[in-house]
Structure formats: C-alpha cells, structure tokens
C-alpha cells in the first residue's frame, strides 16, 4: 500500500482567498478600458484558467466556450492583461487572506515531515511571492504557469514538483477547489481531493470527478497518514 509523503494545493480559492482582489484588478481593467464590469459573483467563474483567460472572460462577459463572433480581439486582450496586471502587482494583498484553518494545516503537515507545494494558474511571479509572503517556511515549492510550465488542467506544474521531490505520483495527493483542478489531478494519474470552501463548491468538484471532497481544511486528515493529535 502506497503512503501519502507529499500534498500538493491549488493557491487561489484553496490555500488564498484571493477573489475580491482579483476582481478588483480586472474591474480596473475593464473600467480603464471604457467596458462594462462584472459582480464577484460573475468573477467566482471567471477565475481558474490564468489571467489572460480571465480577462477573456471579462472582456466578452462569456464563459468558454465563446463563440468566435464574441471573442475579443488579441490586441484587446493584450491591453486588458497589461492593466489587469499593473494593478494587480500593487494591490494583489489589499483583500487577500489565507482560509481559516489554511495555515494550521500546512504548519501540521511541515511538522509531520510531509512535502507540500503549490502549483497555480496564475503567474509564476505573483504565485512565488504570495506563497512566500503568506507562508513563508511552509511551503517545499511554489509553481505557477511560465513559457517552461504550461497552465493547468496540463500535468506540467505537477510533474515538475514531483520530480523535484523525488516522489512518485501514487505517494502524493492534489487539493483543489475547482473542475480545472479536479482535471489536472486526473491527467497527472493523482488522488484529487476538492476543496469545498473554495470558489466553486461541492456540487462542481463531485461533477468533475474528485476522488474526495472535503468542507474544512482540517479535514484532509482522513486521506493522510498521521500521528493523532489533539485539535484535529
């Protein structure tokens, strides 16, 4: 039998609860750019694929698949990405927090000797130091997409940890909130388990075919191997 020896998270929606801030950068975008904005609400659906999908998705007010007569045009989107991202780099930590119970767990797992990373849709840049600025000491890796690492649902950004790990995909695990996550997991061969307090919810991730969903943080417990512990 195979034993869990790393967990692997989702940043946005998982570990962060990032959305508002999000929101708020491609509202400025969208607001610099004379086009209507979206409620956060709409921008819970919108989020998950990268930033130049989400502008995508902002600028048409569509989810994909958008029909060719409603796709914006590159060098519109291009505009809306370059603005999204000027914003976003000074004001990505104004709304932003970790989950409850988010940093308790990961401090948990650093103690029981599990390897952890995040692996993200958004820029590597923003993805490095959020990780760090967030937690700082308990995180292995933190990856997000680059020209070397392709967006998820792609295996790339896990594959590369693991193999930085030293560890065999039967001995790790993916948490995520969301369809893309779910996806990924099953495209890397992995255990998925979906993080229900995340941006999309329960209903999404049994959809999407995670192999456990779980509404709190301190419950990946049941899906790992530990030495009990008051608390948990």
Known sequence: ?????????????????????????ANFALRAMDRPQHSLEEYRYYVGNGVRNLMRRAL????DPIPQSDEPAAPL???ALQRFK???????????KPYDGVFELLSQLKE????????????????????DLYFSGLLDEAIGESQKVRKKPA??????????????????IYVGDSDVDVQTAKNAGMFCVGAAWGFRGRQELLQAGADAVIERPEQLWQHLPRIPKEGV
């Open 112 to 131: 029981r000797g599990f390897r952890t990373a995040v692996i993200s849709n958004k820029y590597d840049g923003a993805v490095r130091e959020l990780a």
């Open 1 to 25: 039998m195979n034993q869990t020896t790393a967990v692997l998270f989702d940043l946005d929606g998982t570990l962060l609860n990032s959305l508002e801030d999000l929101a708020d950068s």
């Open 77 to 79: 989107v291009e505009e």
């Open 60 to 63: 048409s007010g569509r989810l």
């Open 86 to 96: 000027a914003h976003y780099e000074i004001n990505k930590t104004n709304k932003t």
């Open 155 to 172: 295996p790339d950004g896990i594959n590369e940890v693991l193999a930085r790990f030293g560890c065999q995909k039967e001995d790790a």
